[in-house]
Nanobody, 120 residues
């Protein structure tokens, strides 16, 4: 059984930074990713990372501003978000998945999410 618990969200001004964490238990040595969902929108991919952390990928909208990382010793996934914009506001979810054809595919393991609000 996989359990994912996100934390670190809150309110930040545009241009600011925030670090999200995801504590994982169960099937933890797997590729993992971050997704987000804004009100009235579909959940969208943000970033993914391989089991070892050696390879990462990002949505174009966050490339160069966000960094995904993981600490396998304590089963924690991170998302460092810099230069935040109002359009980054959403509920952020971590996920366990796999890679197929080089693309990250989410499995149906999700945390409860953490709210990120960006004021302009």
């Amino acid at each position: 059984q996989v359990q994912l618990v996100e934390s670190g969200g809150g309110l930040v001004q545009a241009g600011g930074s925030m670090r999200l964490s995801c504590a994982a238990s169960g099937r933890t040595f797997s590729p993992m990713g971050w997704f987000r969902q804004a009100p009235g929108k579909e959940r969208e991919f943000v970033a993914s990372i391989t089991q070892s952390g050696g390879r990462t990928s990002y949505a174009d909208s966050v490339k160069g501003r966000f960094t995904i990382s993981r600490n396998n010793a304590n089963n924690t996934l991170y998302l460092q978000m810099n230069s935040l914009k109002p359009e980054d506001a959403a509920v952020y979810y971590c996920n366990v998945g796999y890679f197929s054809g080089g693309a990250y595919q989410p499995l149906d393991y999700w945390g409860q999410g953490t709210q990120v609000t960006v004021s302009s």
